[in-house]
């Protein structure tokens, strides 16, 4: 599968924005999904993920109650809200899937087999 990230942008403290994941291949909907961050001259970092049922997410302590995470397996796409943005979310943010029914945690990115190119959202003070 590949995965292509859009969205980002440059906005304002307590702005939003909604990030996109679209995925080619008619099976994206077994696929487990997930983005990471990763701001200059930091590791990357994990954000939320989404499992293929649609079910259940999950959610970094950082993000959790701002951003959400979202399917529409029928448009190959996976979304990330993200509200309440803080100067701190600012990174290039990378949306990743996996196929596998177990492995690594999904909160890992050892998680995920296929990368997207990853969007730049930058929020301003």
């Known amino acids: 599968v590949q995965l292509q990230a859009f969205g980002g942008g440059l906005v304002q403290a307590g702005g939003s924005l909604r990030l996109s994941c679209a995925a080619s291949?008619?099976?994206?909907?077994?696929?487990?999904v997930g983005w990471f961050r990763q701001a200059p001259g930091k590791e990357r970092e994990f954000v939320a993920y989404?499992?293929?049922?649609?079910?259940?997410?999950y959610y970094s302590d950082r993000v959790k109650g701002r951003f959400t995470i979202s399917r529409d397996d029928a448009k190959n796409t996976v979304y990330l809200e993200m509200n309440s943005l803080k100067p701190e979310d600012t990174a290039v943010y990378y949306c990743?899937?996996?196929?596998?029914?177990?492995?690594?945690?999904?909160?890992?990115?050892?998680?995920?087999?296929?990368w997207g190119q990853g969007t730049l959202v930058t929020v301003s003070s």
């Open positions: 989404i499992r293929r049922s649609g079910v259940n997410s």
């Open positions: 291949g008619r099976t994206f909907s077994s696929y487990n």
């Open positions: 990743a899937a996996d196929v596998r029914a177990s492995g690594p945690s999904l909160a890992s990115a050892r998680g995920y087999e296929y």
